[in-house]
């Protein structure tokens, strides 16, 4: 038996086949460029193995009702000709097998804690939540929609577009950190909040540096102020458990899941 994950990415489509004890057999990396050369190199890859069910995390925003006509499409992306495609019809179209479908962010979460995909009317987008903002903090913000929503001002083209230096080689005294933090500890202050989970579990580049989850960690305590007791934030607000693979491995274990029913 085997699965087809594929965790598709606005820059990289990563396709991988796993067996049912969901071993990788075999992952590739493919550049999103445009969908019709894209999805080409998707069925190269596939077509090579016989797989029985299909698990589909991708970027969004992406259609997610069954009983609508935009289901399995990718939305009002700003991703030049991948307004939408509809990218779980053309899977389905070539493959006939049980296919999992849902946001490349709920795949990563799912692979990190093997539960349930949260969906409501749609998904949840938590990071085009409004911040306040620094008051010295003059940065437009580069979310298409809104500017300077979280994504705006704290995902990982605005630390570039602030410093004029790529953040994996930010120095690690340069201020801009603690507006980092001070930003995503404001956006889990209010995740918590609303949602009250049991852990937050961090993923994604930026969070590859060990210093910024400690900076987040002590934000985070300082802006609750002791309002909510949460466990301790070194427990409560911890990294992800599988780097730059939870996306994948969660496209995996839904595709498992979607065999099973
Ligand atoms: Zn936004």
Known sequence: MLYGGIEAGGTKFVCAVADEKLQIKEKISIATTDPQTTFKQVFAFFDRYPIEALGIGSFGPIGIQPDQE??????AT??????????????????KVPTAWTTDVNAAAFGEINNEVFEGISHPEMGHLYIKRAAEDTYQGTCPYHKDCLEGLAAGPSLEARTGIKGEE??????????????????????????????????GGVMNQDHLLKKIQ?????????YMETPKAEDYIVRWGLPNESGLIGALLLAQREREY
Request: no cysteine; hydrophobic share 45%; glycine share 8%.
């Open 70 to 75: 935009n289901y399995g499409h990718i939305l």
């Open 78 to 95: 700003p991703k030049e000709g991948w307004a939408d495609v509809d990218f779980l019809g053309q899977m389905k179209q070539r493959y």
């Open 170 to 203: 930010l120095p690690l005294d340069h201020p801009i950190w603690d507006l980092q933090a001070n930003y995503l500890a404001q956006a889990l202050m209010s995740y918590t909040l609303i949602l009250a989970p049991e852990m937050i579990v961090l993923g």
């Open 218 to 226: 002590q934000q985070f305590s300082e802006l609750m102020a002791g």
